[in-house]
């Protein structure tokens, strides 16, 4: 099946500092999220990014589908931004809702 | 629009007993996931339902666990003769199955085997 890999796993920042978040899978897909996971464990959904590039404040996603990678943005982090961002995909041709989830990036923002 | 809703939040419950997690989701949602995390991992695809047929199992839904969507609205996860490594979070899901397949998730029922 397909695989997802994201890096780096952990990632500590100071408050204000900008990151990237990568993400790599191994076949084609015609569905790809990310998605924050609070410290209470809810998954909140950031970014539907098949392809092509998206902006939502202060996050910015771009996926590369020909190169089979996604990459997230976050600029001027927050405390808030604490938290797990995983990286799920839909294999092209697969069965619909079996999202793939990647083991995530745990990110931890430091005031 | 709610979001999903998942009851009961935490789940405690001894080895051997049954447990039943009940999911209701977006109103106009007409898919409906279940997905189980464990810790320091990404969640695991389960089952899905469009409607009420589920239409997808995953191998990891063994014969002690079972869902339904009787009337296509809300949805139940059953789990009979708990072990230990049932314990987990239990995620439901719901998308509108139309162009974009956004899914969104509810915020999970924990739980916990003794």
């Known amino acids: 099946g397909i695989q997802v890999e994201q890096s780096p796993p952990d990632l500590i920042l100071q408050e204000g500092a900008n990151s990237t978040l990568r993400c790599n899978f191994s076949?084609?897909?015609?569905?790809l999220q990310w998605f924050h996971q609070n410290p209470w464990g809810q998954l909140i959904n950031l970014f539907y990014?098949?392809?092509g590039t998206k902006q939502n404040g202060r996050l910015s996603a771009t996926t590369v589908a020909t190169e089979r990678y996604s990459l997230l943005y976050i600029s001027s982090s927050q405390t808030t931004d604490s938290g797990v961002y995983f990286c799920a995909v839909e294999n092209y041709g697969g069965s619909q809702g079996n999202l793939i989830f990647g083991k995530g990036t745990k990110l931890s923002v430091k005031p | 629009d709610t979001g999903v809703s998942q009851d009961p939040r935490h789940k405690i419950t001894k080895r051997g007993q049954n447990v039943t997690f009940r999911c209701d989701p977006i109103?106009?949602?007409?898919?409906l996931y279940w997905y189980r995390q464990t810790l320091g991992q990404g969640p695991e695809f389960l089952t899905y339902?469009?409607?009420?047929?589920?239409l997808e199992k995953s191998r990891l839904l063994s014969d002690r666990f079972s869902a339904e969507r009787p009337k296509g609205s809300f949805s139940t996860l059953e789990i009979q003769r708990t072990e230990q490594g049932d314990s987990a979070m239990y995620l439901c899901a719901s998308s509108w199955g139309s162009g974009a397949n956004v899914l969104t998730f509810g915020a999970g029922s924990r739980l916990t085997v003794l």
């Open positions: 109103s106009e949602h007409n898919r």
């Open positions: 990014i098949p392809s």
């Open positions: 339902f469009q409607n009420e047929a589920q």
């Open positions: 076949d084609s897909v015609n569905n």
